[in-house]
């Protein structure tokens, strides 16, 4: 009994792998087991396919058509939903067309894929491909027959045109030779021309005339002649020549006054009593006068300095935007006093990089600058504004490097931006470090200062 069970078993058993292996065998045939890639195509006209029709790629077998969506108006197209195999998935790009094919000459149709372009992106699942409508034999044979009827109709007129034309030819030829017969046969104007002795001798005493006309021609030449011969009896020619040496003796005249002139100015420009010219007299006057007003500028900037002047200068602002020291600027109380309004700008904020490596403004940078001055309000026109440059780098060089030229293009745009005075605009490069009293142990980017000074 044992036996039998086991034997029934064992038989049951080879049965069912037996069965799943004609399944795996089926589906792997079929390709229910394999992966794939689902695509749309759409098309006006399938011309006869059918769902289950056979897909292929570049003429391989490699899916076929799981869904056909009929369209909800005659303007709409057949979409199709195509399965194929994801061996052949690299083949299908975004630039492959899809066309309906036959099997053989008669055989049923398919949807053929032809392979796109290398340098094409591959197709994206469930994406639409493109598509190109088969060639229609009906539509075909019946635009061949309508351009037969229309060559028909054109070629047509055309004959009657040239039969039309050969007869007037004919006619033209036929005159023609009637013309002639008449003038062999005296007949006609013309053939008066050749025969009649009368006509002839009226031709001869025609020439005789025009003869008579060249002889009346000649006798004016010769008057003309004569008129030549007493004008040059006049002495023309003599009076002429008087008046060009009277030009040349005025040409001598100004010329003797141009040599005057040029000794006057060798005289004027010539070395003085030293030996020194005009001109290197000029350049030391203005090297002196340069000298002088830099040695003005040196005695204004030690008064400035002087312990009785020094508060009175600074609280009417005489000092040099363009020289600021960073070190004297964060001493100075009038730079740091916390009073004076401050706008902080990050260096992402307002800057970008150009192409060329050079820094510049951002558009978004220059509206948060315009924003940052209209919160300063109109004093920021009038009253003296420091551009403070930061940079954060590891290295000192580019930190001062970096800080100068952020300040320097914010200086720039806000005196061509509002039209600032240069005088009351200043910049200067404090690497990373604010001022004591600017709250800010740090910074990267630039801040906006607005001096405020107790008395004008």
Known sequence: ????????????????????????????????????????????????????????????????????????????????????????????????????????????????????????????????????????????????????????????????????????????????????????????????????????????????????????????SKRADALVSDLQSRQLAEKADRAMSSVQSAAGHVDVMSQKVEASLASALGPDRQGVDAASNIRQSLSNLDQATGNM????????????????FKHRGYYSLANLSPDDYRKDKLFSNSANPRVWLDKEEIFEQRQDGTLALSTAGKAKIDASVARLGDAAVSETLIVEGYAASSEPGVQLAESRARAIVVRQYLQTRFYLDPQNLGTVSLRVTPPPRANKTSWDGVCIVMLRRTFK
């Open 1 to 220: 009994m044992s036996n039998r069970s086991l034997t029934t078993g064992l038989f049951v058993l080879g049965g069912m792998t037996l069965f799943t292996l004609v399944i795996f065998l089926i589906g792997g045939e079929h390709g229910a087991f394999a992966k794939h890639t689902d695509y749309y195509v759409e098309f006006a006209d399938i011309s006869g396919l059918m769902k289950g029709s056979k897909v292929r790629v570049g003429g391989l077998d490699a899916g076929q058509v799981l869904e056909i969506g009929l369209p909800d108006s005659p303007g709409r197209r057949f979409r199709l939903k195509l399965r194929v195999g994801e061996q052949v998935h690299g083949l299908v790009r975004s630039d492959s067309v899809v066309r309906i094919v036959p099997e053989g000459l008669v055989g049923e149709k398919l949807l053929l894929i032809y392979p796109g372009t290398a340098r094409a992106s591959e197709a994206k699942p469930g994406e639409t491909l493109q598509s190109k409508e088969a060639v229609d034999l009906m539509n075909l044979t019946d635009n061949g027959a309508s351009l037969l009827e229309y060559t028909s109709g054109t070629i047509k007129p055309f004959s009657e045109s040239v039969i039309r034309t050969m007869d007037v030819t004919a006619a033209a030829m036929k005159n023609a030779n009637d013309l002639l017969t008449s003038m062999k046969y005296e007949k006609g104007t013309v053939g008066l021309l050749l025969h009649d002795d009368k006509i002839a001798a009226d031709i001869r005493e025609s020439i005789a005339n025009i003869r008579d006309t060249t002889t009346s021609v000649a006798d004016a």
């Open 297 to 312: 500028a040196a005695d204004t900037e030690a008064i400035k300095r002087q312990f009785f002047f020094r508060g009175y």
